[in-house]
Each structure stands twice: as C-alpha cells, then as structure tokens.
C-alpha cells in the first residue's frame, strides 16, 4: 500500500509546534490485521518517512516497509528479487503519479476514487470509499471474499 493517499488520505495535519500528524482509519487498520491473519503479506511504501507511519506499522504487524524512497517502482524491484517474489502476484494500492509505473509491473493495482484521474484509469479496481476513510478495508474484504 501506498501511504499518504490511502491510509491517511492525503491531508497533512500539522500541530502549532510545527509536528506533523497523521491520521489512520481504524477499519483500514482492521482490514490489513485481516489479510495478515490470512497469511497475506502486506508492506508499505512511500517517498516519505513519517514516525506515525512506523509506529502504525508495528501496531497492525506490517513487517515490510520501503520508506522515503525515491522512486517506488526501483524499491519494489529490489524488494521482489531480494525476496524471490513474482512481481505479478503482488499487488499496489495507489493514488498519485509516483504509483503509475508500479501499477504496471504489479498483477493487480488498486486506487480510491480521490485519486489523480491518470491513477484511477491505470487500476484494475477503484474503491467506492475515499483513501483514508475506508477504502483499503474495502479492498481487504474483497481480497478475502474472493480468496476465502
């Protein structure tokens, strides 16, 4: 999963200190807790690194995190190989241009319907809820629905 679109939503929050702060969805939260009890791997990626978003991690059990990277498509690569995993059957959810060429190597991509228009015509599904405000456990029940 992509980050600050999906599981935030892509709102900066900033404190008056200058900090800033990020908000997570709770069935987001349940939805990754879901695949992950499925046996489904699940990593985040982003350009940014953020201490909420580690600690959030390690919270839901993500073990796999490619933060503040430069170009996701290069980290996912590394990742895939270093891991022996077949590119095309992982899967990204994204909203933004940095996304586009993952979507292309991935088997299935994924974007919310606040996404720029150009992420939303690459994916293979497009949630009915926002990033931020459900859609990730949207696609996790479809994930299990699918695979149960």
Same mark, same amino acid.
């Given at each position: /999963? %992509?980050?600050? &679109? ?15 702060? $990020?908000? /997570? ?7 990754? @807790? ?28 993500? +073990?796999?995190? !490619?933060?503040? =990277? ?5 980290? /996912?690569?590394?990742?895939? $190989?270093?891991? +022996? *995993?077949?590119?095309? /059957?992982? &899967?990204? !959810? &994204? ?10 190597? *991935? ?12 992420? +939303? ?6 949630? =009915? @809820? ?5 859609? =990730?456990?949207?696609?996790? %029940? ?5 695979? &149960?």
């Amino acid at each position: /999963f %992509d980050v600050d &679109g999906i599981l935030p939503g892509g709102g900066l929050y900033f404190s008056e200190k200058g900090e800033s702060i $990020k908000r /997570f969805n709770v069935l987001d939260g349940y939805g990754i @807790k879901q695949l992950i009890d499925y046996g489904i791997n699940v990593g985040l990626i982003s350009s940014r690194d953020h201490k909420a978003t580690r600690t959030r991690a390690k919270e839901l059990g993500i +073990k796999v995190l !490619m933060l503040k =990277v430069p170009n996701k498509l290069q980290a /996912f690569e590394a990742w895939s $190989k270093k891991n +022996k *995993v077949n590119p095309l /059957f992982c &899967g990204h !959810m &994204g909203d933004d241009l940095a996304d586009l060429e993952l979507f292309a190597k *991935v088997g299935f991509s994924a974007s919310v319907p606040n996404a720029c228009d150009e992420i +939303k015509l690459a994916a293979d599904w497009v949630s =009915v @809820k926002l990033g931020g405000h459900g859609a =990730v456990r949207e696609l996790s %029940d479809l994930i299990i629905k699918i695979n &149960g």
